[in-house]
Each structure stands twice: as structure tokens, then as C-alpha cells.
């Protein structure tokens, strides 16, 4: 069965701080996608990225950065020089490739990110 | 395009009664998914449809029904609630390219059973 970790329940940093939230996961297959969403207050889902097992590239985009480490099952999203608009829940999700393409998705529980002033 | 719509957005129910949460989407996806989300839960699946007619049970399905008579519906129903089903319910679609896609979220029904 798959499984994603984020270890981190709540994290608190000024405006202008960099940040980085932990994503673990565990899965027995070879072929799986990795997810990022964050969920600002007003409490919709935003599609952030997507990476699949085969791509072990760093992705940067604008202040947002993702690192994944096959070695360590980790796929850690960090922010940098972080804004009050960052504060939300960011969730990390798995996915596994099985046949017939179904992406049922297995999120964490969550980070609650919370930028200050 | 609309994306994913939810009908309602808030709800409150006693206990025992029923009702169904409706949702739409205008992007042609094949794919549908119920979720809930609760308190340091995260999100759970709870149905999902890979197809028109076709439905599957997720990790949490006890208690609810799900149907897809139509691509572009995927509904919800609680035919007795109860206050454990007290949660932000979220339905999402996709669009397979390639094997996996990323889901599309609608904005969440917030369901109160007392």
C-alpha cells in the first residue's frame, strides 16, 4: 500500500524567510507520480506540480522549488523569500501508474504554512 | 470552462437523513474522485469513476453511494447520515494523458450532520 508522510504539521516563518516542507513516501511500485496542492483559506485545491519516478530533475518555478530524492523517498517543496499569500495547507500526493491509467491519488495529511508579516 | 462545480456548497443534516452532492465538470474528463477532508486527515477517497456508467470504491466508501450516469456528473449520496460524516467533501476529475494526470479540484461541500 502507498503511503505519504509529511512530518510537519504547522510551520511559522516572517515574510522574506525561505521554507522548506517535507514530503515522504512509500510505495511498492516502480512507476508512480508525485504531487504537490496547496489550499490557501478560501479552502480550494491548487494543482502545483507533478513529477514522475523517471525524473529525478529538480524543478524550480518562479519562488517555488521541488527536490526529488529517489534514495530517500523524498520530495521536498521549498519557498523561497516567502510572502504572506504562501500561507496555506500544502498537501503532497502519490500516485501510482497502474494499468488501465487510474490515478487514484494518496495525500498526506498535510502542512499548515503560515507566513508572517 | 467552469471546471469542477459542487451543488451545494454547505449543508446541515440530522442525523438519519439523506441527500446527495452533486457534481459537474465542463472539461470532458474521464475520470471522477469523492473526496473528504477532515481535521489532520488529509484528504480520502472515498468513490471514484473511470467512466461513464462505471464506479469503484475508495479507501473510505462505507456509508455513501456514488453514480455516473452521465461524463459529466458524479454524484454523491448519504442515505443515512450520520455525524462521523461531518467533513469538506471535494470532488476532483482528470483526464488521463499519458498514465497518470493531475486532478482537478472543485471548490468543496462543507457538510454538517447533527
Known amino acids: 500500500a502507498q503511503k505519504v508522510t509529511q512530518a510537519q504539521t504547522e510551520i511559522s516563518v516572517v515574510e522574506k524567510e525561505d521554507v522548506t516542507l517535507d514530503c515522504v513516501y512509500e510505495?511498492?511500485?516502480?512507476?508512480?507520480?508525485l504531487f504537490w496542492y496547496k489550499q490557501p483559506p478560501s479552502g480550494e485545491l491548487v494543482f502545483l506540480i507533478r513529477?514522475?519516478?523517471?525524473?529525478?530533475q529538480n524543478e524550480i518555478s518562479g519562488r517555488y522549488s521541488w527536490n526529488f530524492q529517489k534514495s530517500t523517498s523524498s520530495f521536498n517543496f521549498t519557498i523561497t523569500a516567502s510572502q504572506v499569500v504562501d500561507s496555506a495547507v500544502y498537501f503532497c500526493a502519490l500516485s501510482e501508474a497502474l494499468t488501465g491509467a487510474n490515478s487514484k491519488l494518496t495525500f498526506g495529511k498535510g502542512i499548515t504554512l503560515s507566513v508572517r508579516p | 470552462n467552469a471546471g469542477v462545480t459542487q451543488t451545494p456548497k454547505f449543508r446541515v443534516l440530522k442525523t438519519g437523513q439523506s441527500m446527495t452532492l452533486l457534481c459537474a465538470q465542463d472539461m470532458n474528463h474521464e475520470y471522477m474522485y469523492w473526496y473528504r477532508q477532515d481535521p489532520g486527515m488529509g484528504l480520502r477517497l472515498i468513490h471514484y469513476s473511470v467512466g461513464e456508467g462505471t464506479t469503484a470504491k475508495g479507501e473510505v466508501p462505507d456509508g455513501y453511494n456514488v453514480s455516473r450516469l452521465k461524463k459529466q456528473n458524479f454524484l454523491l449520496g448519504l442515505e443515512s447520515a450520520a455525524p462521523s460524516q461531518t467533513s469538506v467533501y471535494f470532488c476532483?476529475?482528470?483526464?488521463?494523458?499519458?498514465?497518470?494526470?493531475?486532478?482537478?479540484f472543485g471548490p468543496g461541500t462543507r457538510l454538517t450532520v447533527l
Open positions: 510505495t511498492r511500485d516502480t512507476t508512480y507520480y
Open positions: 476532483a476529475s482528470s483526464y488521463p494523458r499519458g498514465l497518470v494526470d493531475e486532478q482537478f
Open positions: 513529477r514522475n519516478s523517471f525524473d529525478e
